[in-house]
């Protein structure tokens, strides 16, 4: 069978692992020590979408919505479809999973995703919907990212307009981007495979990005948009595409998770 996305094999893999240990009643992988917890961060407060770093994972003031995002190696809200509340700031959490340091980060995105079975109740299926989308490519004068020669030592910032990763892959990037820069589905195209240290800068758009399928673009704020400061910066730029895409349909979630 032909993939024609390169994050459908991903999410198409756990959620069959998901479905058949749910039938069968086999255990998934699972964290050795795991806690989740609602919070009631007082703004602004630091979002964490996403880390796995020797076996641990953390995401800190997190919707459930971005739970899934990171166990599915999504990073758009559009590829998640269910209740509200799981995409609103209302209803945030913070999670840390310890395993063995070897674990490979597929495992523990399908331990993340075990966790979030079991403490949301979660039952929920895939489909393939037409989703505008951005195509992440080297910009015509080529890539600026050096490989990083550091230790991913502790020094990243996440924020709208401003991003800060030490010895971090494109990937990281694109989540980055999606949850602080355009909200919309992201697609890595660069061919990049390396670990980079990467600072982009730009002046968020209060009116919103233009979507790929928007029959004109939104108002340009005054400083460097995320489109600008790309190319520039990072010898990167975004290309406005559509095609078919996984999107993850949650058919049940408690919204209070099984305490820990």
């Given amino acids: 069978m032909r993939l024609s996305h390169p994050f459908r094999y991903v999410a198409v893999s756990l959620a069959l692992i998901a479905a058949a240990a749910a039938q069968t009643g086999i255990d998934t992988p699972s964290f050795d020590v795991a806690s989740l917890k609602p919070v009631q961060p007082t703004p602004p407060y630091p979002v964490v979408p996403g880390s796995a770093l020797h076996g641990t994972v953390k ?3 997190v919707t459930l919505a971005e739970c899934l995002r990171f166990a599915f190696r999504i990073n758009s809200d559009d590829q998640i479809a269910g209740p509200d509340w799981i995409k609103s700031t209302e209803a945030l959490f913070d999670i840390v999973g310890k395993a063995a340091p070897e674990t490979p980060i597929s495992t523990l995105r399908l331990m993340t995703l075990n966790l979030l ?6 039952t929920l299926h895939h489909e393939k919907r037409e989703l505008g989308y951005w195509a992440l490519v080297i910009d015509k004068k ?7 020669t550091g230790d991913g030592s502790p020094g990243n910032e ?10 971090a892959p494109v990937a990281t990037l694109i ?11 992201m697609v890595d195209m660069t061919g990049l495979k390396g670990a980079y240290d990467m600072k982009l800068e730009w002046t968020p758009q209060k009116q919103g990005v233009p979507k790929p399928d ?7 704020p005054a400083g460097p948009t995320v489109f600008d400061a ?8 975004l290309e406005m595409r559509k095609g078919p895409m996984d999107v993850i349909v949650i058919e049940r979630a408690n919204r209070t998770p099984v305490a820990n």
Avoid: V, Y
């Fill in 59 to 61: 995401l800190t003031n």
């Fill in 117 to 122: 079975t079991d403490r949301f109740q979660l």
């Fill in 142 to 148: 080529g890539s600026k990212l050096r490989e990083s």
């Fill in 158 to 167: 996440l924020r709208p307009g401003r991003i800060i990763l030490q010895r």
């Fill in 175 to 185: 989540l980055a981007l999606g949850r602080f820069a355009t909200g919309r589905p």
């Fill in 214 to 220: 928007a029959a004109e673009p939104a108002a340009m």
């Fill in 230 to 237: 790309l190319p520039e910066q990072l010898g990167l730029k």
